[in-house]
């Protein structure tokens, strides 16, 4: 089935720092893939998608390419402010099955 | 736009008791979900409805049942509250199920003791 690896948090990075958040997927057929992020106290929010290979997501500075020859979707971001803290969830969706599957999520804290 | 809507915030149940989780949007859209949020697991699906009438399982159904009577609303019900169900629970809709952006209600807090 379709599956969904973001690597383990927390991650804690100080600001202005080089954000990379990993993920990678296992899925039949052709996936479409997000980024979803949870401020706390919130719900989820799209953050950026790509739909096929080769595509890159981009939002609020953070991007994401889709790389079919890897499974990988990994999110970065070139300089982290502290508003950026919350929660991370790579997600992926098929046209065989009608749901999203998310990872784990990824919980990043940026600090001054 | 008040998007997604879910109600109560925080509700602590007793073992066995019942409770509806109310889910409503105003945007018209076709495809609603509810998913459960549990510590290093994720978001895992439980029920979703492709329209008003539709409705078929997730990954996780057991111990709830959901209906759809309207575009707008999609009750997630408990039928006999279990500890096991003690988790955070969103409801999201989005246009179509596929390559569309879904939106999340702020979550539910359930404590079942």
């Known amino acids: 089935g379709d599956s969904v690896t973001q690597m383990e948090g927390p991650v804690t990075l100080s600001e202005e720092a080089f954000l990379t958040i990993n993920c990678t997927y296992t899925?039949?057929?052709?996936?479409?893939l997000f980024w979803y992020v949870q401020y706390p106290g919130e719900g989820l929010q799209l953050l950026l998608k790509?739909?096929?290979?080769?595509d890159k997501g981009s939002n609020k500075g953070f991007e994401a390419t889709y790389r079919k020859e890897t499974t990988s979707f990994h999110l970065e971001k070139g300089s982290v402010q502290v508003s950026d803290s919350a929660v991370y969830f790579c997600a992926l969706l098929t046209g065989t099955a009608s749901k999203l599957t998310f990872g784990t999520g990824t919980r990043l804290q940026v600090t001054l | 736009n008040a998007g997604v809507t879910q109600t109560p915030k925080f509700q602590v149940l007793k073992t066995g008791q019942s409770m509806t989780l109310q889910c409503a949007q105003d945007?018209?859209?076709?495809?609603m979900s509810w998913y459960r949020q549990d510590p290093g697991m994720g978001l895992r699906l439980i029920h979703y409805?492709?329209?008003?009438?539709?409705?078929d399982q997730g990954e996780v159904p057991n111990g709830y049942n959901v209906s759809r009577s309207t575009t707008e609303d999609f009750p997630l019900r408990l039928l006999s509250a279990a500890p096991s169900q003690t988790s955070v629970y969103f409801c999201a809709s989005s246009y179509s199920v596929l390559n569309t952006e879904a939106f999340f209600g702020q979550g539910t807090r359930l404590t079942v003791v």
């Open positions: 409805s492709v329209g008003a009438g539709i409705t």
């Open positions: 790509a739909t096929k290979a080769d």
């Open positions: 945007m018209n859209h076709e495809y």
């Open positions: 899925a039949t057929g052709y996936p479409s």
